[in-house]
């Protein structure tokens, strides 16, 4: 797979984990009540998601199916297409509800669902494409769908990062970035770990070739994660302290965008070559071969 499907499956990453920070904040009523403050994220989590939808629907070769689903052909949709299209209902339910009363119980039984389908989309996602793309050898990647859930908080708290700071300069309401900055650190750690046990799976010590192949991908690796990591940290510890810090504040979340479309494009192609690595059985010894 190139870099484009990569990008557009980055960006579907921080859609979710948008539409599933807001949620978890909605549903326990934590987040602001002004109707406007809920539909800015839910909308943007919209366009980065949709935006796969939308190419696939264009069958562009950049994105020739969308969740295992040609779309267009007479092939039927996947069980984790509609999941995915599913997940658009209480999306929807939950824009048309959030008008500054977050308290009503339809309002958080409708973050809730989002939160769930949202959840739920990232897991069968993952697995359908450990599954796609190692057939019998999807073992490998056991890591995946936690990789992806922590990808998904990590990006999308960003933006929702992003859309509070905006917000709040654009209303004159008090902006503290200090306790969701520190919870995206955190879990900047937490995905670093998860992610550094993935390419450690790729590592083993009898598959020559593709074995070197691997470490070659590693040292690339470094340059994404200077966008996911050493970026988006930096801005997060600076936005408190500079002078039009929001600004920063964009960076940062534009800049892991780009760092997880790359790592994901080289993770893809070492997992790719380690499957078929695995898959060559070596010959068998025979008697005579021993004379």
Same mark, same amino acid.
């Given at each position: ?17 948008? +539409? ?15 109707? %406007? ?14 935006? %796969? ?12 199916? $969308? &969740?295992? +689903? ?5 092939? @039927?949709?996947?069980?984790?297409? #509609? ?8 999306? =929807? ?39 796609? @793309? ?8 056991? /890591? ?15 933006? =929702? ?5 905006? /917000? ?9 970035? #200090?306790?969701? %900055?520190?919870? #995206? ?12 046990? %993935? +390419? ?6 009898? =598959? ?6 691997? &470490?070659?991908? /590693? ?9 996911? $990591? ?35 494009? =080289? ?17 068998? #010894? $025979? ?5």
């Amino acid at each position: 797979m190139g870099l484009a499907p990569m990008l557009l499956e980055a960006l579907a990453l921080c859609g979710y984990g948008l +539409w599933m920070l807001l949620a978890l904040a909605l549903s326990l009523g934590v987040y602001s009540t002004g109707r %406007g403050d809920a539909l800015v994220p839910l909308s943007l989590g919209c366009i980065f998601v949709s935006a %796969g939808l939308v190419a696939g629907c264009l069958r562009l070769r950049a994105m020739p199916e $969308w &969740h295992g +689903w040609r779309i267009g052909t007479s092939q @039927r949709p996947t069980r984790e297409a #509609l999941l995915a299209l599913a997940t658009y209902l209480p999306m =929807l339910g939950l824009a048309g509800l959030a008008r500054g009363n977050e308290t009503f119980w339809a309002t958080r039984l409708v973050s809730v669902a989002l939160l769930v389908c949202s959840f739920s989309c990232l897991i069968t996602s993952a697995y359908g494409y450990r599954t796609r @793309r190692l057939a019998s050898k999807a073992g490998i990647a056991i /890591q995946l769908p936690v990789s992806r859930v922590l990808s998904a908080w990590y990006g999308g708290g960003l933006w =929702l990062w992003v859309c509070v700071i905006f /917000q709040g300069n654009l209303t004159g309401g008090d902006v503290e970035p #200090l306790p969701l %900055g520190i919870g #995206l650190l955190l879990m900047a750690m937490l995905l670093g770990l998860v992610d550094g046990l %993935g +390419w450690q799976s790729l590592r083993e010590p009898a =598959l020559g070739e593709y074995q070197r192949s691997a &470490h070659g991908l /590693q040292s690339r690796r470094f340059l994404a994660a200077i966008f996911i $990591w050493v970026m988006p940290c930096l801005s997060l510890l600076l936005v408190p302290t500079v002078p039009g810090g929001r600004w920063l504040a964009f960076f940062a979340a534009t800049a892991c965008v780009i760092g997880k479309s790359l790592e994901l494009w =080289l993770y893809d192609f070492a997992l790719t070559r380690f499957a078929l690595a695995r898959s060559v059985e070596p010959e068998p #010894l $025979w008697p005579r071969d021993r004379l």
